[in-house]
């Protein structure tokens, strides 16, 4: 089971950002995919969640109506569109397969004000 974030950088306040994560080794269209973040000295957060089939999706109120979890599934890719960007959303963000407890290696993002 391995994923790859991609997709982080530097971008003001404001601002808009894709992230994606490129699943193998599992069947990605069955597993249930969820995006975290995490700042240095805090525990990982929830972002968003997706079902399999994309029809569930549920976010962590802070990023709600800013955030966007989707999945093309052909690709074995997961995605988050983040929109409004803060501050206080600079952060490493990690996906994570619940169902083989496996996270990424996370990618940078920082919101400059």
């Known amino acids: 089971v391995h994923l790859v974030e991609s997709g982080g950088g530097l971008v003001h306040s404001g601002g808009s950002l894709t992230l994606s994560c490129a699943a193998s080794?599992?069947?990605?269209?069955?597993?249930?995919m969820n995006w975290y973040r995490q700042v240095p000295g805090n525990d990982r957060e929830l972002v968003a969640g997706?079902?399999?089939?994309?029809?569930?999706?549920n976010y962590w109120p802070t990023v709600k109506g800013r955030a966007t979890i989707s999945r093309d599934n052909a690709k074995n890719t997961l995605y988050l569109q983040m929109n409004n960007l803060r501050s206080d959303d600079t952060a490493v963000y990690y996906c994570?397969?619940?169902?083989?407890?496996?996270w990424g290696q996370g990618t940078q993002v920082t919101v400059s004000s």
């Open positions: 080794g599992f069947t990605f269209r069955s597993e249930y």
């Open positions: 997706i079902s399999p089939n994309a029809d569930i999706t």
């Open positions: 994570y397969v619940p169902y083989y407890n496996t």
